[in-house]
Each structure stands twice: as structure tokens, then as C-alpha cells.
DNA sequence: CCTTAGTCCTGCATGC
DNA sequence: TGCATGCAGGACTAAG
């Protein structure tokens, strides 16, 4: 599933190549797809050259000459290309055509990904918290929380902190040795201060092996990601832990899996 | 404020 | 082989 170094490979990618082209016609193929008026949006980006693309939290965001935004969530299955595989072509939700006879495919088997138009002058995706690429501001968004909720729900909140998700809470939250489970308030300053470290260091890592391909991850070239093979929790379960060689665990918190060490991840009463 | 359950979706693994 | 069941899960919503 895509999070923050999947998407930003993604974007990247699509920076040269997407920058500058002039939007001649959209199709929506799932119409569940695209959020909101399909006119308006339709109408916003028909006739309009594509300026610059970027991310914020898990998003990637299309700016068109006119000023409005694109956004699209990849969700779990989304994927983003310029050529299809014989595979895709049942599962294509959406089409940009180019002035220049290039199409850009918005792919996504199970249909949950969204497309959204942020018009001229709204504020966007206001709701996400600060990106998680640093740890000043990571630190800043963590040392402040009174809350109860587990420390690993804290870190899937888009608002606490904007693009970490099922993976990577959990990497982090292993390396810094804190169990899934804990309290976000009773997480000590110093524990907190070695997760807001490692947060911005599994995703600058994973970024780095061009995202984590468990499934259905692909980058918009069609190739995998390589930081699969440097998880140290995230789908091991039953295996050895590096560092104590205990069998990673599995529980489910508020409905989803986290993969811990019973061992190097005490519990706290 | 918080949690749980349900919703959206389809492919794939499992079990009988 | 075939059919039913459960699981995967990001973001959102309703109910308690």
C-alpha cells in the first residue's frame, strides 16, 4: 500500500515528465473515483497545462497554469502510468489525455483511490497534520500529545502527523523500542525523541530504495520497490527478530495489524 | 474525547 | 475443482 516514500517516488518520477503538458480530455471510467461535480472537474482541467506536481502526506497534488489543484490518493491498490499492462487494462478508473497524444492512466483494482479539485484560492487538504520528513517537527507533534490512544494509532493519524502509515509506524516504533500498545502520553520525552529520530529516517530510507513493494505497490516506470527487504517487523511474523532473534508478533490495534517484538518492545503497565 | 464497527472494493489464500 | 469464508486496509462516518 502506498505511504509518504512510495508516493514521493512516484512523484518524481512524474515531475519531468508530466510537468508542462497541456490537458486535451478526461475520462472517467469508475465514477466513485473522481469526489465531487465531474463537470467542474472536468472543466478545470480540460485546456489547462499541468505547472507542477508535488506531495503533501500521502497525496499527490497537480497544479494546473490556472491555479487550481489535483489531488489524488492512491489508497491502497492506485497506481499512476503512462503505459498499461495488459493486467491493468480491466482495472483503469481514469484517463488524463495530453495535447501531445500522451495519456497518463489512473489504475486502482479495488476502487478505493480518490481524485478530488481544489479550486483557485480553497485552502488544501487543510486537515493534514506537519510532513514527517524531519525530526524537529516530528518531535514538535509528538511531545505535545496528552492522549491515551495508543502511541501506533497517534502515528496512523493524517492529522498528528501527515503520510506515515501501517509499515512504517511500525518500523519506527521498533527501532525505537516502544510496544504498539503504549499510550501516546506515557511514552517518556526520551522515547519520544528516539521514534520522532527514527520516523523521518525509515521513510528518507525507504525513499531512498524507491518505496516498499509488499503486493500491489508499483512505481509509475512499473517497477517494485526494494525496502521490502530491509523491514524489520512489517510481515515477519513467526520469524526471528534481528536483534534478539524472539518471534515477531501480531496484534490488532483499533482494527489493524502491528508487528512488534514481544521482546525488544516491553509493554508498559 | 475516545473507541468500535461498518463502508467502500477485489483478489487471493485457505479450508472443506 | 468448486464454493464459501476471511483477510488485506486508508480514510471516513455513525453510533455509543
Redesign the pocket.
Known amino acids: 500500500?502506498p505511504?509518504l516514500p512510495e508516493v514521493e517516488t512516484i512523484v518524481r518520477q512524474l515531475q519531468p515528465v508530466v510537468t508542462g503538458k497541456s490537458v486535451k480530455a478526461v475520462s472517467i471510467l469508475?465514477h466513485?473515483t473522481v469526489t465531487g461535480d465531474h463537470d467542474k472537474f472536468k472543466a478545470a482541467l480540460i485546456g489547462s497545462r499541468l505547472i507542477r506536481i508535488a506531495r503533501r502526506?500521502?497525496y499527490i497534488c497537480l497544479f494546473t497554469g490556472t491555479g487550481d489543484c489535483i489531488t489524488i490518493?492512491l489508497?491502497?491498490?492506485g497506481r499512476l502510468k503512462f503505459q498499461l499492462d495488459e493486467k491493468e487494462k480491466?482495472?483503469t478508473r481514469a484517463v488524463f489525455d495530453f495535447q501531445d497524444g500522451s495519456s497518463l492512466y489512473f489504475i486502482d483494482?479495488?476502487?478505493?483511490g480518490r481524485i478530488m479539485l481544489w479550486p483557485k484560492g480553497s485552502p488544501l487538504l487543510p486537515?493534514l497534520g506537519p510532513e514527517p520528513l524531519e525530526e524537529t517537527p516530528v518531535f514538535a507533534a509528538l511531545s505535545g500529545l496528552?492522549?491515551?490512544?495508543?502511541i501506533k494509532?497517534v502515528l496512523?493519524d493524517?492529522t498528528v502527523l501527515a503520510g506515515v502509515?501501517?509499515?512504517y509506524a511500525d518500523e519506527a516504533l521498533y527501532l525505537a523500542k516502544i510496544h504498539p500498545a503504549t499510550p501516546a502520553a506515557k511514552v517518556s520525552k526520551r522515547k519520544l525523541k528516539t521514534l520522532s529520530r527514527f520516523i523521518p529516517e525509515v521513510l528518507q530510507s525507504a525513499i531512498h530504495h524507491d518505496g516498499t513493494t509488499i503486493?500491489d505497490y508499483r512505481s509509475t516506470g512499473g517497477s517494485e520497490g526494494r525496502n521490502q527487504f530491509y523491514l524489520n517487523v512489517y510481515g515477519r511474523i513467526g520469524q526471528p527478530c534481528g536483534s534478539c532473534g524472539t518471534e515477531i508478533q501480531?496484534i490488532r490495534l483499533?482494527?489493524?495489524?502491528s508487528h512488534f517484538c514481544p521482546k525488544c518492545q516491553r509493554r508498559q503497565r
Not at 109 to 112: L, M, Q, S
Not at 146 to 150: F, G, H, L, P, V
Open positions: 500500500m505511504e469508475w466513485r502526506g500521502k490518493h489508497r491502497m491498490t480491466n482495472y483494482v479495488r476502487k478505493f486537515q496528552t492522549s491515551i490512544r495508543a494509532t496512523l493524517q502509515g501501517n509499515i503486493i501480531r483499533n482494527n489493524r495489524s
